[in-house]
């Protein structure tokens, strides 16, 4: 390793450590020490007696088992067609499969608001809305795409020849599945499981927007306690053991990941077979109703008005003249919130690039133990949920000694905080690949370390650096839980909160303003996002989120 | 056969009797290995049949076939010891557990990998590992046996002490064969009868012998080992006189060709010496045409820049086409 110079190493070690330090620890720090001091604690040991918290605690855990176990039976036919089968517009399947898990949350639960009015299941004996059978529904919508590729990437590489000898010594292709692809497979899947159990578990925005009321989980009575009633204390409490929880399964998904990287050896020279159309078209048209009709519900919804009376409607493009409006129910136009987000995206971006880069550099570059708190630590933010970020924020930075809540920046800082993460799962990788014989060989060549760092790292690094900005761009502009927490002011409300409050008012022109604002929403998220992936696949940026 | 709508085997005519070893002879990327996974049903032609015995195996799933295929880097279960590996066909046709253990004992007695049914497989050296694979495929007793370079992967002299315990196994074994190899030595040491694919079918098929001594070819000729392919003008002449009636490529036969005193023969100079499998070849030139010829040095040695005379044979010239 060429070593750094000493003031760039303090710079790279202190400022991603203060970041992570004010803005995440301190917070988190905060709620425990509110929660188990004297008072905190006595609302804590009476929560399991409480019959309203015992509901919430096992539709929590309930819901998100029987969505993890709905994704991976919905995904795993399409991981097994990503991986082994060659077929036209196999790597655009993968692109947009990748786009919902991107979505912002509070888009997802609009579009299949939109889907269970269009098709008459918002009422009557089939109601689907307000009930635990929607947020299912959104659930698997969100995470196909984690299984999809987790699970397919490695399937991929897995050798494919060692199914095909098992073919060959008689087996058939259902035995050779259980008996020689299931054994290597299931650490994947154990793995994407354990990451689409904590997403589901954690969930907020979709819970929120198609659960109601009566529907609530951990993360969505947390916010009701803490800002819907001012009940400081008994959001504490319910802080405390969703942190608990959080903790005990990230532990878990970590060892499990750790089996998965041992067991990854990338194989792959026998073309995938072709596919047969069946096959195809069965998996196609599943991940089509799956993925594609609550997109498309949402869409035709934004450009019809007139249709509560019931028939067809009127195709009209005034919902989304509409977005520039003034609105009694919002403090700026959705316009306006929508500009806001787009400022604190950039922002965010650029604060995760910054943050996230050195922090990977340390990572990579730094002495082992650094490295490894480094690793470790900078990822609990995204581990954690968006209610511990949130109302971390809320409880500690909004008294002295830190008090920001005037300050609008809050919202960007609690973006990069999450987005930190993905900056690091691009550029970590890609440092680490970046061939050493590529430095040795400028290094003979008669480049000097600096001119090394600056010809060969900088180069491959700012590509990898581009796409973990792009993601954390893109994760801003849909970030709904954390921001939710934050004190309001008209010059701080974001399209996601936006959407929410036009989503929870009846009627039929506001739900049309809403649906196109979550148009709106979805389109320049996807579009940023495929736009980075599909530019940093081109370069050798590794890693994958 | 095709991949893609680019056809990578044509008119591929091929029979295997049983007992016999054929060896697919060929670069790499001419389908050969293509061909197995055809056989074995890995991949569907696009036109063609695949019969035993006059049953047409071509719409036949994979695993209904009762071939086994050895591939190159072996493809064992990492999941499985090595007993777990040889039982795997055994237990797929239902075989209770004891004689499965029976199978499999003898199965790794047949590859020299005694007592080794405990061992995981990552634990095993390129050599075993490919042991391994062979016995796993022999244990599920095959009708046809297809290896697939099975040796390409392994170290020279490895490869062939492999190669020697491979043909004297097969020839116990008394199985229809189908082995894939690039190596010509490989090939030789083998094969009952050497099919040479070239760019998607078959150039050349024969025994050793007969390919050997008539390559047909010029790509044949290659794949083969033979070295000395001599370009002739319109007039069918070259350095080394009137070779042929017209223009072409002929084969000169190494092993017809020999090393003679100045005046013997059509005089040259050596250029250069080397050895192969410690037998020493010398490279002469007669006018700018390099030739290679095998020296006998029980009869005399030759050096760098000497004279000598370069004796051919009476079958020394083959005709090849190209």
Redesign the interface.
């Known amino acids: 390793m060429i070593p750094f110079r000493k003031a760039f190493a303090a710079v790279a070690v202190v400022v991603p450590a203060a970041f992570l330090g004010i803005f995440f620890l301190y917070p988190v720090g905060s709620i425990l020490v509110r929660g188990l001091g004297a008072d905190g604690l006595n609302r804590l040991v009476e929560l399991p007696g409480r019959s309203s918290f015992r509901g919430v605690a096992w539709f929590t855990l309930w819901q998100a088992v029987a969505s993890t176990v709905l994704t991976v039976a919905v995904a795993l036919p399409g991981a097994h067609l990503l991986a082994r089968r060659r077929f036209r517009g196999r790597s655009l399947l993968r692109a947009a499969a990748t786009v919902p898990f991107v979505l912002p949350t509070v888009v997802v639960g609009g579009a299949f608001l939109a889907l269970f009015e269009r098709l008459g299941l918002n009422d009557g004996p089939l109601r689907l809305t307000r009930t635990a059978g929607a947020i299912l529904a959104a659930h698997v919508f969100f995470n196909v795409a984690v299984v999809l590729r987790t699970v397919g990437t490695f399937w991929e590489g897995l050798d494919p020849r060692v199914v095909e000898q098992a073919r060959v010594l008689g087996a058939s292709p259902a035995q050779a599945f259980r008996w020689v692809t299931w054994p290597r497979l299931w650490p994947a899947v154990a793995a994407a499981s354990s990451i689409v159990f904590l997403f589901c578990f954690t969930s907020f925005g979709v819970v929120l927007v198609l659960g109601g009321p009566t529907r609530a989980t951990l993360e969505t009575e947390v916010w009701r306690h803490a800002v819907f009633r001012g009940d400081l204390a008994s959001a504490t409490a319910l802080a405390l053991v969703q942190l608990a929880a959080v903790v005990a399964m990230v532990v878990v998904t970590n060892r499990l990941q750790r089996r998965r990287a041992v067991a990854q050896r990338v194989v792959r020279r026998v073309p995938p077979l072709r596919a047969s159309g069946r096959l195809l078209a069965a998996n196609l048209a599943l991940l089509g109703v799956v993925l594609g009709l609550p997109i498309a519900v949402l869409v035709e919804r934004s450009l019809i008005r007139g249709r509560s009376g019931g028939g067809w409607g009127v195709f009209t493009l005034d919902h989304y003249g509409a977005l520039a409006d003034r609105l009694s129910l919002l403090p700026v136009s959705a316009l306006g919130a929508l500009r806001n987000s787009l400022v604190f995206a950039v922002v965010a971006a650029g604060l995760a690039v910054v943050v996230g880069g050195l922090a990977s550099v340390v990572v990579v570059h730094g002495r082992r133990t650094v490295a490894r708190a480094f690793d470790l630590g900078m990822m609990l933010p995204l581990g954690a949920s968006a209610v511990t970020v949130g109302f971390g924020m809320l409880i500690a930075l909004s008294e002295p000694p830190l008090d920001f809540r005037s300050s609008r920046w809050l919202v960007p800082v609690a973006h990069a905080l999450i987005g930190v993460p993905f900056v690091m799962r691009v550029v970590v990788p890609t440092l680490r690949g970046i061939d050493v014989r590529l430095r040795e060989a400028a290094a003979t060549l008669g480049a000097t370390p600096a001119r090394v760092r600056r010809e060969i790292d900088l180069p491959i690094a700012a590509r990898a650096l581009a796409v973990g900005a792009g993601f954390s761009f893109a994760v801003s502009l849909g970030e709904f839980g954390a921001t939710s927490f934050l004190p309001r002011h008209p010059d701080r409300l974001t399209a996601p909160l936006a959407l929410f409050r036009l989503l929870s008012q009846p009627g039929d022109a506001l739900r049309g303003q809403a649906m196109a604002l979550a148009v709106v929403l979805m389109l320049v998220t996807a579009l940023s996002v495929l736009a980075i992936e599909g530019w940093g696949r081109r370069g050798t940026v590794r890693g994958d989120l | 056969m095709a ?1 893609d709508g680019e056809p990578v085997l044509s008119g591929v005519d091929l029979m295997v009797a049983r007992g016999e070893v054929v060896v697919l002879l060929g670069p790499s990327g001419c389908g050969k290995s293509t061909l197995l ?1 055809a056989v ?4 569907q032609p696009l036109a063609g049949r695949v019969l035993w015995d006059g049953e047409d195996l071509t719409d036949m ?9 050895v ?1 190159q ?1 072996h ?5 499985r010891d090595v007993a777990g590996n040889v039982a ?2 055994l ?3 239902g075989l209770a557990a004891e004689a499965r253990a029976h199978r499999v004992a003898r199965s790794l007695a047949l590859v020299g990998l005694e007592g080794f049914e405990g061992r995981r497989v990552d634990t095993l050296s390129g050599g075993e590992a490919q042991r391994v ?1 062979l016995a ?2 022999l244990a ?1 007793a095959p009708r046809l046996l297809m290896l697939d370079e099975p040796l390409g992967s392994l170290d020279r002299s490895l490869r062939e002490r492999l190669t020697a315990e491979l043909g004297v196994l097969l020839r116990r074994l008394g199985l229809a064969a189908l082995h894939v190899t690039h190596d010509h030595d490989e090939a030789f040491a083998l094969a009952d009868r050497i099919a040479v694919l070239g760019a998607g079918r078959i150039d050349r098929i024969g025994t050793p012998d007969e390919v050997w001594d008539d390559p047909g070819t010029v790509h044949a000729a290659r794949c083969l080992g033979h070295e000395n392919l001599v370009g002739l003008d319109d007039a069918g002449r070259c350095a080394l006189g009137r070779l042929g009636s017209g223009p072409g490529i002929v084969l000169l036969r190494s092993d017809s060709l020999s090393v003679g005193a100045p005046g013997e023969g059509v005089s040259a100079v050596v250029a250069a010496t080397s050895r192969r499998s410690g037998r020493m070849v010398a490279h002469v030139l007669v006018g700018d045409l390099e030739v290679r010829v095998p020296v006998d040095e029980s009869i005399h040695g030759v050096r760098v820049g000497d004279s000598v005379g370069l004796v051919m044979g009476r079958d020394a010239v083959v005709p090849l086409s190209s």
Do not use: I, K
């Open positions: 991949f996974r074995a049903g890995l991949e799933p994979t695993h209904q076939r009762g071939f086994g295929l591939f880097d493809a064992l279960f990492g999941h795997f066909g237990r797929v046709a694979a796993r495929s599920a």
